[in-house]
């Protein structure tokens, strides 16, 4: 795996997803070190995500807008996620039906070497019970 150079940034921007509970855009995350009074570039921001995110450190989703959201990756196996669409908050999945789902899938097709991402939305229980 590669490695990322540890820079200020980087490490502002882990401790923030680190204790958040669910998935954040990279303009809300700019926008909250910001209001902390982090000197930080929204450019930043976004290169530091992404090279997160290509080291496999944080879970990144698609919103239903295409927003790339993002959080600090809990698992190091392959999962999915139920994400709530009111307040970002998400259960990762292990899921063997949708596994087996995809294989058959590339099977029939006769596709090899595939990859797969499928995310789930709704409205959890807690943002139900404020409404």
């Known amino acids: 795996m590669q490695s990322l150079r540890n820079t200020k940034q980087r490490q502002v921007i882990s401790n923030v997803?680190?204790?958040?509970?669910?998935?954040?855009?990279?303009?809300?995350?700019?926008?909250?070190l910001t209001a902390a009074g982090e000197s930080i570039g929204?450019?930043?921001?976004?290169?530091?995500?992404?090279?997160?995110?290509?080291?496999?450190?944080?879970d990144v989703v698609r919103d239903q807008s295409g927003e790339m959201l993002f959080r600090a990756c809990r698992s190091k196996q392959h999962h999915h996620h139920l994400v709530?669409?009111?307040?970002?908050?998400?259960?990762?999945l292990q899921a063997s039906e949708v596994e087996a789902w995809a294989e058959q899938l590339a099977a029939r097709y006769g596709y090899q070497q595939v990859e797969h991402e499928v995310e789930i939305f709704g409205v959890c229980p807690r943002c139900q019970n404020q409404r």
Do not use: K
């Not at 997803?17 to 909250?32: R, T, V």
């Not at 709530?84 to 990762?92: D, N």
């Open 17 to 32: 997803l680190a204790d958040l509970d669910g998935f954040i855009s990279a303009q809300a995350l700019y926008q909250h």
């Open 42 to 58: 929204l450019a930043t921001v976004y290169r530091t995500l992404q090279s997160m995110a290509e080291v496999h450190l944080l």
């Open 84 to 92: 709530c669409r009111s307040c970002g908050s998400a259960e990762e």
